[in-house]
């Protein structure tokens, strides 16, 4: 999947000493792999995923997410399998390098990185696209830049993710994921965004051989509505519209539908 947790989370804003933040996201999506009418697997997922952000200064913002995740799988042979679970944690930390004081922090950039860590109970007899979670530990490091002129925001980041071997010998590829998003307030708040969100990855292997039906890009324009019901909850509403579709094999990528809310203590 594509598009920057810690842009929602951690927030666009420069943030202060101390601030606390939880979220809640869901999302809904539909994939495909393999040769339709021979061996092709539909996936449906919805998942929500909960999570805390904290400030440990101004240049340093950490937090993790937790997703609870369904999943169904049907297969070529009418046979399906469905699954409810928890996936795995993801960790994360956002470190501002450069701050632009002398233009009031119109320009702000620097490094993100964490890790997946598997959390995810494995289910026996279970496919490894039904089950929550690979079961891998998967690091991550990157750089995202930010720029600020009110009404308008500009945002960039790119993160490469290498994943160890999880359930059943099962190694997800190395996969860059980027973002590019500009966002336009309408009045304090009100906002809508636009953004870019790409996938490069490498093919899956599953006991070492690779699987041909995985990897390559995937690209999503993904409009998002933004609003402050009060200064400290925000809710936002968004799909991600797959428009660049160079994958390898046969895979398939449908629209995502995501909402979210984030309140701030």
């Known amino acids: 999947m594509v598009g920057d947790p810690t842009l929602t989370l951690m927030g666009t804003e420069k943030s202060f000493i101390g601030r606390l933040r939880f979220s809640a996201d869901y999302l809904s999506r539909i994939e495909k792999m393999g040769l339709e009418g021979f061996n092709q697997v539909k996936l449906t997922e919805q998942r929500v995923t909960f999570g805390v ?24 042979n009418l046979a399906e399998q469905t699954h409810t ?39 026996n007899n279970l496919d490894i696209d039904g089950q929550s979670g690979t079961g891998a530990f998967v690091p991550n ?12 925001f500009l945002y960039a980041s790119s993160v490469y993710h290498y994943a160890f071997e999880g359930f059943d010998k099962f190694k997800a590829g190395d996969a860059v994921v980027s973002t590019l998003a500009g966002q336009f307030a309408l009045d304090h708040s009100f906002a809508i965004q636009l953004a870019l969100e790409t996938s490069w990855s490498q093919q899956n292997k599953m006991n070492s051989q690779a699987d041909p039906d995985s990897g390559g890009t ?26 660049i579709k160079k994958l390898k ?17």
């Open 249 to 265: 094999g046969h895979h398939q990528e449908d629209t995502t539908l995501q909402f979210g809310v984030v309140y701030d203590f």
């Open 53 to 76: 952000g904290y400030a440990w200064d101004e240049k340093l913002n950490l937090s993790m997410r937790l997703p609870i995740v369904r999943k169904q799988l049907q297969f070529v």
């Open 218 to 243: 995937l690209g999503f324009l993904s409009p998002k509505l933004i609003y402050s019901i009060t200064p400290d909850i925000l809710v936002n509403l968004g799909v991600q519209i797959p428009v």
């Open 85 to 123: 679970g928890m996936g795995d944690l993801e960790l994360s930390a956002k470190w501002t390098l450069f701050s632009d004081d002398q233009h009031q922090h119109r320009h702000l950039w620097g490094i993100v990185g964490g890790a997946r860590i598997p959390t995810t109970i494995k289910i």
């Open 141 to 152: 490091v990157g750089l995202w830049y930010g720029f600020y002129e009110y009404p308008y």
